[in-house]
């Protein structure tokens, strides 16, 4: 944890002393360093076709098993499903997972968690915007079509299906680009941190409880149904019950709409995450 925690600390301070765009910062990652990685990590990947399916469905399980879980939750607390659900539901799998599972079991795991997050960013991407809009217009259908990050994913397995040599050159270029995506990653959300104010509430000590023991529930449920093991057992369980992502902060301000709720989830959560890591860490190594 501690290479993360200095790099996100380091885009904390840095916005203190010079103010940054966290909406610039995050699509220039989001847009360019993470499609990169996603890319070329999908068709340099030696995991097979069973383990990224086994690791492809359960991050669309758990995603599926959270939100019903986030939806019984904001019903019983008379919450706003707009606000509330998406923290909740989407964990930070991208911009602290990867470089979280690179450091911890190399780039075989970080593969893993790229293939859950990619997942991710498919629901977080469609479904988590019907959520946070009610809705959704044509032409914000298409920009979600136009997204990099999808892009990629799409591209990264039809270049791994097909008989297409990818040039060297390209290889070695989007290999260089990809490296700074997790540095880059947790910088931002540093900075993101840092532009973010908290509101204490009842609401907000049940969501982050049950962002934390509801994602490490369901992590270990899937986990079990599928039968997973070794890395791909501590992937699914370490990352459901990692803090909400980023990027249910930032969207809805994109569309114009309050991110309070969600930029508290943000903050708290990744605080906490210096404890509810290193324990979800310890549970799956145990409890396998």
């Known amino acids: ?10 885009g904390y301070l840095l916005c203190s002393i010079k103010p940054i765009n966290i909406e610039d910062l995050v699509r220039i990652v989001a847009d360019f360093f993470l499609p990169a990685l996603i890319f070329i990590s999908i068709v340099e990947s030696s995991l097979s076709s069973d383990i990224i399916a086994d690791i492809a469905f359960s991050s669309a399980l758990v995603f599926f098993l959270l939100l019903a879980l986030a939806f019984i939750w904001a019903k019983l607390s008379k919450s706003e499903i707009q606000s509330t659900v998406p923290p909740l539901v989407f964990m930070n799998s991208g911009f602290l997972g990867i470089p979280l599972m690179k450091l911890y ?9 790229l293939i859950f997050d990619q997942v991710q960013g498919i629901f977080m991407f469609t479904l988590g915007i019907l959520i946070i809009t009610k809705g959704l217009k044509r032409g914000n259908a298409f920009s979600i079509l136009r997204s ?10 039809l270049v ?14 989007l ?18 941190l840092k532009n973010t104010k908290i509101t204490f509430s009842f609401k907000l000590v049940s969501a982050l409880l049950l962002r934390f023991f509801g994602g490490l529930g369901v992590g270990f449920l899937v986990s079990h149904l599928l039968g997973l093991q ?19 902060s930032v969207l809805p301000l994109r569309w114009g709409l309050s991110n309070q709720f969600a930029s508290s989830m943000v903050l708290l959560s990744t605080l906490l995450g210096v404890v509810t890591i290193p324990i979800s860490f310890a549970l799956a190594g145990i409890l396998i």
């Open 1 to 10: 944890m501690l290479p993360i925690l200095l790099v996100t600390l380091g």
């Open 105 to 113: 079991g190399g780039i075989p795991m970080m593969n893993l968690i």
């Open 148 to 157: 990099p990050i999808l892009i990629a994913v799409a591209l990264g397995f």
């Open 160 to 173: 791994k299906a097909l008989p297409i040599t990818v040039p060297m050159a390209l290889v070695h270029t």
């Open 175 to 192: 290999s260089f680009a990809g490296e700074a995506a997790s540095p880059l990653a947790a910088f931002s959300l540093g900075v993101s």
């Open 230 to 248: 070794g890395p791909s057992h501590t992937v699914v369980v370490v990352a459901s019950a990692l803090p909400s992502a980023v990027f249910t």
